[in-house]
């Protein structure tokens, strides 16, 4: 027996494991008490470590599909087919007949933090798509215009702040997103213990807002119209910060007055002016939300409106309010001000926008089945399951069976891999080295942290980062070293910088000086070595490098957060552009609705603290118990359509149907019903039997693919009218 460290990636939490390793296997799994970013804390899903490990359901050698029939293949054998399928269509079609989705999991590997990009670079292609416009990708929007840089992602001191408004998240079910905070229910408690202040905005009485010294119950969709109210009452009260572009965005809010947006949203006028003087008069505060308010109609007006209400009342980049974490892969100091484009490109059928290289995961099927130039005949997807976790899923499935060449790199036989001709599995967690890419981009604290592998690869097994370094090499149709090219490149461009610690040396010395025993890990060390806290190739001494971290098997802290917003600034003025005209072009829209007739039940989501979406529902510790895919309803709406507890409705949007348990509780708002996101398992050509045998339903067949935030692209998967009827 023996006792290995490793970074949980099955959430955005990472918090760190104490994994107990028994005859080559993992048997246990608990919190790391040294860990200096998680202290121990763990959740369910961490503590199931060993059972994704063991699953018997996991595909554990690549796979080649004839008909319905699969058979083991070897590696060679796998990415023969691969060029073969994959080459031809690029041939015959262009390489606009080529498309790639990126899964949520990306996010949680290395393998898909240094590879994903130049996989989809590689295809030649304006077809990407990722998991990104069902979830976040308004803030990337509203930061990339307000900042200049969609990744910069202002996230809230949780340790200092006085005063925390959440909207639209549940992170004591969810352990936070887009803000990486591991035991984030303990950070709340803390908060409330040294006199804070918690408020909670959400349809539905969650586990967080259970915590809250106030939770504000708000009609779905509308978090708008409330925020628009405190950004109106700041300036009509004389609370407000005047920054430049302040003038313009008061113009704006002056048709949102408290009074005149209280019943779109459902939160007295009275309530939403003492939210504006209790931020504006806290001596820290910060304004969090998250996916209750970025996948509706007004997703990006949403995220942008959080962060003018943080910099209206003083509290953008100053401790205790919300702040831009600077990750050790990343290097400080100014950067070119490009600035931030929308819609360098339009997809083919709908004419929708692109945003970071990407077009909307909703438009995928359209790609596919309308025939024409440029018509997707072969897609590449990466840890992704878009047939459960997109809208119109069910007609995405349709569309899938239809592809001349699909490939997924992906362990599991789901809903969506199901149609591929190829199977490319990467192997369990503990058999991959780790380091948090995007998460370290969020944390509320500046850590460094690395993971080696708990466990060798076994006899027949690929590590995920030469999987996807070998796919690329394949979709660009050229023999090179995707790793070399990469960091010849990047220290030839740090060699030239005269701010760079290494300007004027050789960068052939520098890449002979990285230390790791794989391609990938030696990009990690340059990344670090050339970061904020890096040792500059030896420029700065006891500076950050891979074998620092190899050295701190629970990480090394770094510090909290500090200002730092000229650093972060990339637009062309180096200012905050706080009324960008995307924005200001984009509220008369959110004004007309001011008008709208709102009447009739609404559909919502909602995350449980043993789930995340569609890919940890085969492990037997994470779905043991009731049934989860319940449509949570109202007591008061269940007796007038005759509802009962745990029987059997129907919901019906204009997207389709779904049958499904009830669940009468007073958590959710009357007028509102709830759907978890992810479910709908077991259909014919999967593998994963516990999931089948708690399949629940898809609410993604009743959310509606047409329906868009303009800005961002991003699907609308809350706030969606329904009919319940009961069977």
Known sequence: MTTAYRICPFCE???????TITDGRVTGARGDRDDVFSHGFICPKGATFGELEADPDRVRAPMVRTGEDWREVTWEEAFATVERGLTPVAGRHGRQALAIYLGNPNVHTLAGGLYAPALAKALGTTNVYSAST???????????????????????????????????????????????????????????????????????????ARLADRHLGIRPGTDAYLLFGVVHTLFDEGLAARPEGA?????LARDFAPERVAEACGVAAPE???????????????????????????????????????????????????????????????RPRRGFALGRWHSRVRGLPEVRGELPATTLVDEIVTPGDGQVRALVTVAGNPVLSTPGGDRLGDALAGLEFMV??????????????????????????????????????????????????????????????????????QDTDVDESIMT???????????????????????????????????????LRLGAYGDGFGAVPGGLSLEALLRAPHGIDLGPLRPRLADVLRTPSGTIELCPPPIAEDVPRLRSGLAARRAGLVLIGRRHLRSNNSWMHNLPGLVRGSNRCTLQVHPDDAGRLGLTDAGTAEVVSESGAVEAEVEITDEVMPGVVSLPHGWGHGRPGTRGSVAAAHAGVSANTLTDPRVLDPLSGNAVLNGIPVRVRPL
Request: proline residues 10%; charged residues 20%; glycine residues 8%.
């Open 13 to 19: 939490a990472t918090c760190g494991l104490e994994l």
């Open 134 to 208: 069902v979830d976040q990708m308004p803030k990337h929007v509203s930061s990339g215009l307000l900042f200049g840089d969609p990744l910069a992602i202002p996230v809230p001191d949780l340790d200092r702040t006085s005063y925390l408004l959440i909207l639209g998240a549940n992170p004591v079910d969810s352990n936070g997103s887009l803000c990486t905070a591991a035991d984030f229910p303990g950070k709340l408690k803390a908060l409330r213990g040294r006199g804070g202040t918690l408020v909670v905005v959400d349809p539905r009485r969650t586990r967080t």
């Open 247 to 251: 003038d313009d965005v008061e113009r």
């Open 272 to 334: 939403i002016r003492r939210l504006a003087r209790e931020l504006a008069a806290a001596p820290s505060a910060a304004v969090y939300a998250r996916i209750g308010t970025s996948t509706v109609e007004f997703g990006t007006l949403t995220s942008w409106l959080v962060d003018v209400v943080n910099i209206l009342t003083g509290n953008l980049d100053r401790p205790g309010g919300a702040m831009f974490p600077l990750a050790p892969h990343r290097a400080a100091g100014p």
């Open 408 to 477: 997924s790199v992906d362990p599991y036989l789901n809903e969506t891999t199901r149609h591929a001709h190829v199977i490319l599995p990467p192997p369990p967690p503990s058999r991959s080295g780790h380091y948090d890419i995007a998460f370290a981009d969020l944390a509320v604290r500046n850590t460094a942290r690395y993971s080696p592998p708990a466990l060798p690869l076994r006899e027949g097994e690929l590590d995920e980062c030469v999987i996807l370094a070998r796919l690329t090499r394949i979709a660009s149709g």
């Open 489 to 527: 490149r990047l220290l030839g461009t740090a060699a030239a910088d005269p701010a760079s610690p290494v300007h004027g040396k050789d960068p052939a010395d520098l890449l002979a000086s990285l230390t790791g025993d794989s391609p990938a890990l030696r990009r990690l060390d340059l990344m």
